[in-house]
């Protein structure tokens, strides 16, 4: 049965990159020696906690073909690694592949990501392709950074299993012509005046997006969010239309643009009134700007009215930006045909 969902995650994960030409990029590769321990200590998640007694294994590979055959329950995973990469104002992602059962993450003692659930409450995720967006500003440039990796494992093999280890970053967010990948101002609760461009949103919290908000200090939180982020359109893009890309939203959302509602996906009403729904959270969100509401040469205001109802929540996942509708339709034209690299369709002639 495991084999079977394996499969069928990566079947997903393939269709999803081919619709969207979500192609990653590495920026830095961590396959190799990891340190490892086993049992349960949140100590481990510390940049500051002293793992040089641990043991070392290969990541990735199962612990089981490591030594520790037969062996089922918690273990920790601690990669210490100087970082020279560059994303370059695009998403960053730290990518760890297939973990049986389930994991948390934790780059310089914060948490970026989990999968699955730990007991009294466990759920495997075996089966889902680790992921998890990392804001680079977590990073030390050039000085120690650590990767800590909480697993458990209830049956047959365990750890870090299979994949690609690494950070990427998603290829096609550095070709939009206004990305918006990175800090945004955030605040919980809802009122449609935050949509204003010229609503003071100074006190507002900072959030990072793409990334669930439930990594950033509001675990478990279910209700409204709203999003807003300053941005300027320069002169290249006069007379050019412009398509508005926001990845995925868990749950619905509503867009503004300098105070103007541009698109939405899901019912949400007015203040503090939304409808539920299971399908929102998986579509990709795709809003064309009319040509009056993005001003050349000037700074705009995009604001994004976020409801979440169940479990995470927030802007989850790149791209996040403007493109023009050329490039636009390039790109669904490649999706079509696909007979070249996505770089050369886009570029070429």
């Known amino acids: 049965m495991k084999n079977i969902y394996s499969i069928l995650s990566l079947l997903l994960l393939a269709f999803t990159a081919g619709i969207y030409g979500q ?6 590769r961590l396959e ?3 340190k490892f321990s086993l049992g349960d200590n949140m100590k481990y998640a510390t940049q500051s906690y002293n793992d040089k007694n641990w043991d070392q294994i290969k990541v990735p590979s199962a612990w089981e073909d490591q030594g520790y055959n037969g062996y089922d329950g918690y273990a920790w995973y601690r990669k210490h690694f100087k970082y020279y990469g560059d994303s370059k104002g695009r998403s960053l992602y730290l990518q760890l592949g297939n973990i049986d059962d389930a994991d948390m993450v934790y780059v310089n003692g914060k948490l970026i990501g989990y999968s699955g659930s730990f ?4 759920q495997t995720a075996y089966y889902v392709y680790r ?9 030390n440039k050039n000085g120690d950074n650590l990767i800590a990796v909480r697993v458990f494992d209830k049956e047959l093999s365990g750890g870090i299993l299979r994949g690609e280890i690494g950070f990427y970053t998603l290829t096609i ?26 609503f003071n949103d100074s006190k507002w919290r ?7 908000w439930d990594y950033q200090g509001l675990d478990s939180y279910n209700g409204f969010g709203w999003y807003r982020k300053a941005f300027y359109a320069g002169d290249y893009l006069k007379g050019k239309k412009l398509v508005l ?11 503004y643009v300098n105070g103007r509602l541009i698109g939405s996906t899901g019912k949400m009403g007015g203040n503090n009134s939304a409808e539920m729904d299971n399908e929102s959270y998986q579509k990709f969100r795709i809003y064309y700007i009319p040509n009056d509401v993005v001003l050349i040469n000037q700074n705009n205001v995009i604001a994004v009215r976020v409801y979440d109802g169940f479990v995470m929540g927030g802007i989850y996942e790149a791209p996040l930006g403007f493109m023009t509708t050329e490039r636009w339709a390039k790109l669904n034209r490649y999706k079509k045909t696909q007979s070249k690299s996505f770089w050369d369709f886009l570029f070429g002639d």
Do not use: H
């Open 23 to 28: 192609e990653f990029k590495a920026v830095m």
């Open 32 to 34: 190799g020696l990891w």
């Open 119 to 122: 007991p009294p409450f466990y």
């Open 131 to 139: 992921r998890y967006p990392v804001p680079e500003y977590y990073l």
């Open 173 to 198: 967010s550095a070709y939009l012509d206004i990305n918006l990948e990175g800090e945004w101002k955030f605040t919980t609760g809802d009122n449609l005046s935050y949509g204003n461009k010229y």
């Open 206 to 212: 900072t959030m990072f997006a793409p990334g669930y």
């Open 245 to 255: 890309l926001l990845g995925k939203i868990d749950d619905l959302d509503q867009v």
